[in-house]
C-alpha cells in the first residue's frame, strides 16, 4: 500500500498528560483504517512498548517502537536554566533493529537515572555513544532546530541539524514537520 499513512508521532496512555488512546483501542483503529503499521512515541519512557508490539502483531499491524525523548541543552548531568533555551527540546527515536530496541532502552534508562531534573533528559554525548540501529526524527515544534529558527537563530539552527546527521548519518535522520 504505497499510498498508506502510517502515523509516527503518537502517545499513547503511556504519556500522562499528553495521550489518552489506549493500545486496543490504536489497533483496532490502525485495522480498520487500513494502516499498515503505526508507532509508538510516548514521551521520555517506553513503558508500553511489549504491550504495544505484541498487540500490534495480534493485529497484524507492523508496530514501531520509539519514544519522544528529553533533551538537555547542554549536558544532561548539568542542572540549571540556561538563558535562551528551554529546559529540555524534544527528539523522537526509533528502533529499526534489536540493537536500536537496545539502545533506545539504554537512553531512556540513562535518561531516568542521570539525567532527570524535572524531566527524563538524555544529551547529545549520550545520543552519539547509542545512536546505532536508531531512526531519529528532529522533533515538533519542541524541538531543537524549531527553538532555534522560533527564536531567530539559523546559524545555530543548521549547526543543530547537521550535528543531528553526522550523529544518526544522513539516511537515519528526518526533519518532522
Known sequence: MSDSFVH????TEFSLLDGAVRIPELMKRTKALGMPAVAMTDHGNLYGAIDFYMAAKKAGVKGIIGCEVYLAPT????????????????LTLFASNNEGYEN????????HLDGFWHKPRIDKDAL??????LICLSGCINGEI??????????EA????????EIFGPENFFLEL
Open 158 to 165: 543548521k549547526h543543530s541539524l547537521v550535528e543531528f546527521r
Open 8 to 11: 509516527l508521532h503518537l502517545h
Open 128 to 133: 552519539r555513544e547509542h545512536s546505532n540501529g
Open 104 to 111: 533506545l532502552s539504554k537512553l531512556v534508562t540513562k535518561g
Open 75 to 90: 549536558s544532561m548531568q548539568e542542572k540549571r536554566e540556561i538563558a535562551g533555551r528551554k529546559r529540555p527540546s524534544h
Open 146 to 155: 524549531n527553538e532555534l529558527l522560533l527564536t531567530d537563530r539559523p546559524e
